[in-house]
């Protein structure tokens, strides 16, 4: 493109002339032009067009007094700047400009935005290059055509938007058609695939983990440390030394630390360099996951073993077989059926006083996990709680203590934590609710009812095979959700269409190349926006990498670095650790390790036992922060130097989070008692916990009705909160906006306890206000009607 540009921006007469008349001039130019337009549009022709509105233009400061001399003012006369703007806005309308603009890849917008940029440079240099000048005082005098100026314009907007000179470079960058080509070592042998197809507590997995253990060599890749950690531990006591590699550590088999044959792994850390006999890929499913469905994908292709071995649905055959014969390789499939029976009861729990020994309750909300784990031991029953944000360490506590026959827990709360990564033994699974908010591919916060996948998942945990339960059993809390969940169960699982992809480390490094002043966020808008992907194929959601790259674009890091920090496993909600990654961050990038004393001095380490829900929820995040040295250290050794130390507070974390679960109940008492002001912030969570139809909606954040329904779950005593239909949330909603509005009972009773602020109630009423005034609820359209039948009377 520079090759065809470089004649316009040496002969701008002869740009104007072909402009201006026409004929043989112009149908020389044309070609230049398009060649131009062909590369700004990419080689392919059936790429798409780019999307402008995430092209950043790069400042481009006027020239100031302090500048060389006006060459152009000595050759001819100083700028009658009045009149170059008229000639220059001129030269915006003229559609001839336009068009060609368009040819050289400045759709509207960018057009639009190059003029702002070219006209602002010219009016408020002091002075401009001479052969500029010369073209603006002829033009002034009436010797030269505005047309003259396009030769320079293009020189100017391809200074702001550099993208437009490479646009054919960044297209070839970003082509992600061809995954297989990624893994050269992969496709050099002839892999054998053997897929293991089965529902939950089929034996698919412990088929493949027999051949993993009979092996010279091999990889365990799962999606859980839970799950590595139990591979590291099945295989190192049947004697078969293995590794374990999560993002946080390496754990060696050998006391020499001397690399073992077999290794497990979660699947972000496999390496696709080392030679296996045998590999095995857990939950293939998850292929088609929005966030981590690249990790799977890269395995499958890139892993160099002689056997893959897949487990996971079946509805993920098809699409595990057309990605194998895009290698050229082929799929064995081995199918197996559940080994202990599964019933769906013809009844619903009902109440909590039906519960019997063996029982497993799952929520989809922290909130409701304090609710029934609160009513259960109101009825004098002892339970163990399980949910996604705790320690590993906990999880697997809470479930030693659950199948403990000799312990008196025999009840289990717990969320979808429980569908992977834990052996338990459950006798029935109790959907508390079927609804579940979840995030959509554009990164969108939407309520619906759980996924046939989701549901099976689930409930196969009832009757495992090997515990002393032989047979499972589900139902649902509520007699209405019981026909549903029927029906969700008995549905096919959809097929799995499509494999995640993720832009690598060395994709965005060569965007960067091309394009060095736009910021990560921008370089990956950019990279999606022009990425080509075949049908087998999509990208993953990006919106938590931009949003760390985000928070820490103010400090000055090298990219590789840069983009590390980025992948940081965080939770984005949890503002603790996201202040902890920024501190993290600016720390490394004034070459000043992170020692164990300024982390311990960060975190107020050592931390006493939780007393109520909040300080609960806080060491929760005290953990993540320590996992997130943890992860970084495995990174930056010398800049993360103090590991062990941090990973033996880790371990002493662990146990205090530990007791407070273990108290929960407790805990949630004194968080009711007011003894925590501001508790309701941490019980609320982004969601509400209504249990709406099946059709899935979107779920706004700003929602008055959402922020009193989570702070009345708070109060609410044992057995008082039931399910409620779409309908009766509604109106719970509307009439809960009525109270804290007019600072009815329930308002003064959340003050009472602590549980809300003078400054939460100002902020709810507010709310209240502007949707009572946008006839949000319904009543500002009858005050609307209401005062139009009142003037029709007064007529």
């Not at 059926?337 to 039906?354: F, G, H, I, Q, W």
């Not at 109790?430 to 591919?441: A, C, D, L, Q, R």
């Not at 046939?452 to 339960?469: C, E, P």
Request: proline fraction near 6%.
């Amino acid at each position: 493109m520079r090759r065809c540009a470089w004649p316009l921006l040496r002969l701008p007469a002869r740009a104007g002339l072909a402009l201006r008349h026409g004929g043989a001039a112009a149908s020389r130019l044309r070609p230049v032009a398009s060649a131009a337009s062909s590369s700004a549009a990419g080689g392919d022709g059936g790429s798409r067009a780019p999307d402008t509105s995430l092209f950043v233009p790069v400042p481009l400061k006027p020239v100031g007094d302090a500048a060389e001399e006006d060459v152009g003012a000595e050759l001819t006369r100083p700028l009658d700047k009045g009149e170059v703007l008229k000639n220059l806005n001129k030269f915006y309308k003229r559609k001839e400009i336009q068009r060609l603009g368009a040819e050289n890849g400045l759709d509207a917008r960018l057009f639009h935005q190059a003029f702002i940029s070219f006209r602002k440079y010219i009016m408020e240099s002091s002075s401009v290059s001479a052969d500029l000048h010369i073209i603006l005082n002829d033009i002034c005098c009436g010797a030269g055509h505005v047309d003259d100026l396009f030769p320079f314009f293009l020189r100017h907007a391809k200074q702001i938007f550099p993208m437009l000179d490479c646009m054919d470079d960044l297209r070839k960058i970003s082509d992600l058609r061809l995954p297989p080509n990624w893994y050269p070592d992969a496709r050099a042998i002839q892999r054998k695939i053997i897929f293991h197809a089965g529902p939950t507590n089929s034996g698919k997995t412990h088929h493949a983990i027999q051949r993993f253990l009979s092996a010279k060599s091999g990889i365990y890749c799962g999606p859980l440390k839970l799950l590595a950690h139990e591979i590291f531990q099945k295989s190192n006591d049947a004697n078969v030394p293995c590794d374990l590699v999560t993002g946080e550590e390496r754990v060696y088999a050998n006391e020499d630390a001397r690399p073992a044959p077999h290794i497990a792994c979660t699947i972000e850390m496999c390496s696709t360099n080392t030679p296996y006999e045998v590999a095995v890929i857990d939950e293939i499913q998850m292929i088609r996951d929005p966030a981590r469905g690249w990790a799977w994908t890269r395995a499958l292709l890139g892993l160099c073993a002689e056997e893959i071995h897949v487990c996971g649905e079946p509805a993920a055959i098809d699409l595990v077989t057309e990605l194998m014969y895009t290698t050229g390789e082929e799929v064995e499939v081995r199918n197996y059926k559940r080994l202990t029976p599964l019933t769906v009861l013809d009844y619903a729990l009902e109440s909590l006083d039906n519960l019997r020994p063996g029982d497993c309750v799952v929520c989809f909300s922290k909130n409701d996990i304090y609710s029934v784990s609160r009513q259960i031991e109101a009825r004098g029953l002892e339970c163990a709680v399980i949910y996604g944000s705790l320690p590993p360490g906990t999880k697997l506590e809470q479930a030693k203590k659950f199948n403990d026959p000799n312990d008196p827990c025999k009840i289990l709360v717990a969320t979808d934590a429980i569908g992977m990564g834990l052996n338990l033994c459950i006798k029935r699974i109790i959907f508390n609710s079927i609804v579940k908010p979840t995030v959509n591919e554009k990164g969108e916060k939407e309520i619906d009812s759980i996924t046939t996948s989701q549901a099976l998942q689930i409930a196969g945990r009832a009757g495992r095979y090997g515990s002393s339960f032989k047979q499972g059993e589900v139902t649902a809390m509520h007699r209405e959700d019981l026909a549903q969940l029927k029906e969700i169960l008995r549905e096919p699982v959809p097929p799995v269409k499509a494999a995640g992809l993720h832009p690598t480390p060395e994709q965005i490094e060569m965007f960067a190349y091309h394009l060095p002043d736009a910021t990560l966020s921008n370089l990956i808008d950019i990279f999606v926006s022009l990425s080509q992907v075949d049908g087998l194929y999509f990208v993953c959601n990006i919106d938590d990498f931009k949003f760390l790259a985000d928070m820490i674009q103010h400090i000055p890091l090298n990219l590789r670095s840069r983009y590390v920090f980025c992948t940081a496993p965080l939770n984005r909600k949890e503002p603790f650790v996201c202040t902890t990654l920024l501190k993290f961050a600016r720390q490394f990038s004034r070459n000043e390790p992170l020692t164990f004393t300024w982390l311990c001095r960060h975190t107020k380490w050592p931390l006493a036992a939780p007393k109520n829900i909040k300080e609960l929820v806080h060491l929760e995040a005290v953990h993540d922060v320590f996992d997130l040295y943890l992860w970084l250290s495995y990174r930056f050794m010398d800049m993360f130097p103090d590991a062990a130390q941090v990973r033996d507070i880790q371990k002493k974390l662990d146990d205090i989070i530990q007791v407070g679960v273990s108290n929960i109940t407790k805990l949630i008492r004194a968080s009711q008692t007011g003894a925590a002001p501001g508790t309701a912030e941490v019980m609320s969570e982004d969601f509400p916990l209504s249990r709406p139809g099946r059709d899935s909606r979107a779920v706004s954040d700003r929602h008055a009705a959402k922020s009193m329904e989570a702070l009345s779950v708070a109060v609410e005593g044992p057995g008082e909160r039931r399910g409620r239909s779409l309908r009766a949330y509604r109106s719970a909603a509307k009439q809960d906006d009525l109270k804290s509005h007019g600072r009815g009972s329930l308002a003064n009773r959340l003050l009472q306890e602590g549980l809300l602020t003078q400054e939460m109630l100002r902020q709810l009423e507010s709310e209240w206000q502007d949707q009572h005034r946008n006839g949000r609820y319904g009543l500002g359209s009858k005050r609307d009607d209401s005062s139009k039948e009142t003037r029709k009377k007064k007529k």
